[in-house]
């Protein structure tokens, strides 16, 4: 598979514990994204990166959030101190160049309890 | 990013055309169309884009107006499997903009 991968799949957590999600873009991708996603609405832009330089961060990623691209290659987003509103699908793209398609993964569904 | 304006809701049958409008009155010279679809329970998948002319790929067509402040996503033969939701995007070509989802038109097709 070629793809976008994400892991973990699902992630139930406590509130107050810290999280961290992994995506694996498509090679040769130079531009990856991460978007969250709640029930009924469409996916909001958190972040993306260009090779491994952050160009891009949305008012939506609080001081919790920190995403990392350190080679270039696959991406990590942590969620310090999780809170309930954190629950939601968490989605990651990649494309080739901004005026390209974006490939999507099949996201990670946190549910903080 | 400029925003596009598209019905909340639409229905079609099985095997018919569908007509996915979407209305973007001020997109710059600078910015693509994009169309995404998401299924239930999948992340959104690429369906299409195009600046000025119209396109067609093996998932469907995407016809732009003139003055480009319109386009439709069009389905030739509808089938089950394309009930999702359906964005249509603008995104600037010439600088380093990512992707701004609205909500979309939920598409249902019936049997």
């Known amino acids: 598979d070629t793809g976008v991968s994400q892991d973990p799949r699902h992630k139930i957590t406590k509130r107050g514990q810290n999280v961290t999600f992994r995506c694996d873009p498509i090679?040769?991708?130079?531009?990856l994204y991460w978007y969250r996603q709640t029930l009924g609405q469409g996916p909001e832009f958190l972040t993306y990166f260009q090779n491994e330089a952050q160009l891009e961060k949305s008012r939506l990623l609080s001081d919790r959030f920190s995403a990392e691209r350190p080679k270039g290659s696959f991406s990590t987003l942590e969620i310090q101190r999780t809170e309930q509103g954190d629950s939601a699908m968490y989605l990651c793209a990649s494309s080739l160049n901004a005026g390209r398609g974006a490939f999507f993964g099949q996201g990670t569904r946190l549910t903080v309890v | 990013d400029a925003k596009t304006t598209q019905p909340n809701s639409m229905e079609s049958n099985e095997e018919e055309p569908v007509h996915l409008p979407c209305n973007h009155s001020?997109?710059?010279?600078?910015?693509?169309i994009h169309w995404y679809r998401q299924l239930p329970s999948q992340g959104p998948e690429y369906v299409i884009h195009?600046?000025?002319s119209n396109v067609n790929n093996r998932m469907a067509s995407l016809a732009i107006a003139e003055d480009r402040k319109s386009s439709t996503l069009i389905l030739h033969r509808a089938t089950l499997r394309d009930a999702a939701v359906y964005y249509c995007?603008?995104?600037?070509?010439?600088?380093?903009?990512?992707?701004?989802f609205g909500k979309g038109t939920k598409l249902s097709v019936k049997p």
């Open positions: 195009g600046l000025t």
């Open positions: 001020t997109i710059s010279g600078t910015d693509y």
């Open positions: 995007i603008l995104r600037d070509g010439g600088s380093q903009g990512n992707l701004i």
């Open positions: 090679s040769e991708h130079n531009r």
